[in-house]
């Protein structure tokens, strides 16, 4: 069954400690998404990386971080630095045609 | 991605038809039009795309005049389950475009 699968659905982390979110699909997409959204707000993008082993910047970078080691995972870690992580975090891919991606289910981060 | 606005919100009643139109006054060329849904808690979900003039399938309609600096999402005989945000973006349709989202359309459809 083809998709887009994150985990966990639900995070809970202590102020301070990194946390790392998984998104893993098997479209054989090149391009993966991360996207963070804040209740009642559109989706603001963090990263994005079009094929492995690159990736750029979003609009809203800073406190996050990523790697591309494989085609299948693009992970999201949230650091210290992130002034305020409480969010819903969505992962997406897509292939050849760029404004047409799938999007997980997404993960409910909440620091305490 | 060139800009678009579309209504912050909007409200319908069950079976009626919805038009949602987003303005983008400097779409390029090679630009076409992407429509998204997302309910609460879920990721958002490819509706339809198009270039010009009309494109229909199972879900939606999106009309697009010649000028192409505007579209409409229509939605036939909305149901409840409809109740969603609806996300207009556009772009060039080439692989690894950076996917930048506004602040989509709050439809409400009440019984």
């Known amino acids: 069954d083809g998709g887009i699968t994150q985990s966990p659905k639900y995070l809970f982390r202590k102020e301070g400690q990194n946390v790392t979110l998984s998104c893993e699909q098997n479209?054989?997409?090149?391009?993966m998404y991360w996207y963070r959204q804040d209740p009642g707000q559109g989706l603001r993008l963090i990263y994005y990386?079009?094929?492995?082993?690159?990736?750029q910047k979003g609009d809203i970078a800073e406190g996050y971080s990523v790697s591309r080691e494989k085609k299948e995972s693009f992970p999201l870690t949230v650091t210290s630095a992130q002034k305020n992580p409480t969010a819903f975090y969505l992962c997406?891919?897509?292939?050849?045609?760029?404004?047409?991606?799938?999007f997980g289910q997404g993960t409910r981060l909440t620091v305490v | 991605l060139a800009k678009t606005t579309q209504p912050i919100s909007m409200d319908s009643y069950e079976g009626q038809e919805v038009n949602i139109t987003c303005s983008h006054n400097?779409?390029?060329?090679?630009?076409?039009i992407t429509w998204y849904q997302q309910f609460p808690s879920q990721g958002p979900r490819f509706i339809i795309q198009?270039?010009?003039t009309k494109v229909t399938n199972e879900v939606a309609s999106l009309f697009i005049p010649a000028d192409r600096k505007s579209s409409t999402l229509s939605l036939p005989r909305v149901s409840l389950s409809d109740t969603a945000v609806y996300y207009c973006?556009?772009?060039?349709?080439?692989?690894?475009?950076?996917?930048?989202f506004g602040g989509g359309t709050r439809l409400m459809v009440k019984p």
């Open positions: 400097n779409i390029a060329t090679n630009d076409y």
């Open positions: 973006l556009v772009g060039g349709n080439n692989a690894g475009n950076m996917l930048t």
């Open positions: 479209l054989n997409h090149d391009a």
């Open positions: 198009g270039y010009k």
């Open positions: 990386s079009q094929i492995v082993n690159d990736f």
């Open positions: 997406a891919s897509s292939m050849d045609r760029g404004l047409v991606a799938f």
